[in-house]
């Protein structure tokens, strides 16, 4: 077999994905479903931070977040992002980039309803990223809504929802010894993958 195979990679980097993601799972490797997301500003600054990964949207890696948040501003003025896995357990890394949509509304909706009503209404109660007096105000905030929504489903609030990336490029890196790792890019070209070695 193959360094390729054996790696459980196929031809295809998003079936390769989500066996690395399962394997993650069955190693233990704790909130294996993190990663970073870069993005870029209007003056071309990057950022990174740390979300979670919530499966697959029509071939698109999907994550949810403040519309109004820094990091959705920058995607508004740069679709373009890349996306970060690190399985420390497994010495593993996944290097993914492409152009990042909202997903549409029933998506974050349905999404939305999944979620436990404390994380429903911090989503409301939080304006993500902005200026906060106290924590205190927050926990106000949280009050307020509790009391508003008693005895009630609770919306999905029109600044909150996901995106997906779809992948452009997708690089997986396996740890080996003496530093001679192995490292496969996939490249998209229209609709197909084509992969190639990197020197580590
Ligand atoms: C483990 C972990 C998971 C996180 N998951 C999310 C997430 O799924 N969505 C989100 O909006 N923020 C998440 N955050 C918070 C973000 O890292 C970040 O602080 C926040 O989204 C504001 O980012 P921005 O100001 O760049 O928009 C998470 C943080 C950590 C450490």
Redesign the pocket.
């Given at each position: 077999m193959n360094t390729f195979s054996s790696l459980g990679l196929q031809a295809d980097p998003i079936a390769s994905f989500s066996s690395w993601l399962k394997e993650a799972e069955a190693a233990g490797v704790a909130?294996y479903e993190?990663f970073s997301l870069a993005?870029v500003n209007a003056n071309g600054n990057p950022?990174v931070?740390?979300?979670?990964f919530?499966g697959m949207y029509r071939n698109g890696f999907g994550?949810?977040?403040?519309y109004n948040?820094?990091?959705?501003?920058?995607i508004r003025n740069n679709t373009y992002a890349a996306l970060l896995f690190f399985w420390q357990v497994q010495a593993r890394q996944i290097r993914i980039s492409g152009t990042v949509e909202k997903l549409g509304q029933a998506e974050s909706q349905a999404y939305f309803a999944t979620r436990d009503r404390g994380s429903q209404i911090g989503a409301w109660a939080s304006a993500?990223?902005e200026d906060l007096a106290s924590r205190e105000h927050l926990l106000e905030q949280v009050k307020r809504l509790e009391a508003k929504y008693a005895n009630q489903q609770i919306p999905c609030p029109p600044h909150w929802g996901g995106f997906r990336l779809e992948p452009q490029t997708m690089e997986f890196w396996q740890g080996r010894k003496d530093r001679l790792h192995d490292r496969f890019e996939f490249t998209r070209t229209d609709t197909e993958w084509t992969y190639r070695r990197l020197a580590p």
């Open positions: 909130q993190a993005t950022s931070r740390t979300l979670l919530k994550f949810f977040t403040n948040s820094p990091k959705a501003e920058d993500q990223s």
